[in-house]
């Protein structure tokens, strides 16, 4: 079985400062590891993805997640946001065989201020 | 029109009613998910089709009834729904993954649901 936690529900954050967004996984085989964003009213849309290779993968939008094997993460940030950040996000997790969709977390809340 | 497409994008309808719901995707792949959003909870899957054969349902009342008439269309037969249905209901496809385990699922924008 696998399983993600999403350590923040809610992170408030002030224009241009940087920004980390917390994703532990829980899997018993390899993972493919997932950020989604979520704007108001809109479905998911896909940030970045690590599939395999460098640990370090770059998305759109600016921001970047880090794959963690040995501390089971993937720890989403971007060094510098702007308003327009604000939106919830998602990790997810696939690779369980016995399991046909991504495994989501629960979301965490990204508020960016003025 | 590309990528998933839903329709419609909000819906109002009474306990008595029966509507659907409609999504096509325009990516050319052979998997397709509904997913339920509510208020403060994760998303819930609720049905995976996979070349057109219902694959997983995961205990969904049977007032939700998928349908998949072929890989780029997916229905949802909503009737005699309960308030506590009222959601955002999300489609999403994916193509049936070469590497064991890969899915990578791109969403459509939704239908908001309210029961009435």
């Known amino acids: 079985a696998q399983s993600v936690t999403q350590l923040d529900s809610q992170v408030p954050v002030f224009e241009e400062a940087p920004v980390e967004l917390r994703c532990n996984y829980s899997?018993?085989?390899?993972?493919?590891l997932f950020w989604y964003v979520q704007y108001p009213n809109q479905g998911l849309q896909l940030l970045l993805k690590?599939?395999?290779?460098?640990?370090l993968v770059k998305g759109i939008n600016g921001f970047e997640a880090e794959f963690n094997k040995s501390q089971t993460s993937f720890h989403l940030r971007k060094p510098s946001v702007h308003i327009s950040d604000t939106a919830e996000y998602f990790c997810?997790?696939?690779?369980?065989?016995?399991?046909?969709?991504?495994?989501f977390g629960s979301g965490t809340r990204l508020q960016v201020q003025p | 029109e590309t990528g998933v497409t839903q329709t419609p994008r909000h819906l109002v309808m009474g306990m008595t009613n029966k509507k659907s719901l409609k999504c096509e995707q325009h990516l050319g792949h052979n998997a397709m998910y509904w997913y339920k959003q509510s208020a403060k909870k994760p998303l819930e899957l609720m049905f995976v089709y996979s070349l057109e054969e219902r694959v997983e349902n995961n205990s969904v009342p049977s007032r939700f009834s998928p349908e998949c008439p072929n890989s780029s269309h997916l229905f949802l037969h909503l009737h005699t729904l309960q308030p506590e249905d009222s959601a955002l209901y999300l489609c999403a496809s994916s193509q049936e993954p070469r590497d064991r385990g890969l899915y990578e699922q791109y969403f459509g924008p939704g239908t908001r649901l309210t029961v009435t």
């Open positions: 899997s018993s085989v390899s993972v493919y």
């Open positions: 690590y599939l395999s290779g460098s640990t």
């Open positions: 997810a997790v696939s690779g369980d065989p016995g399991r046909r969709a991504l495994t």
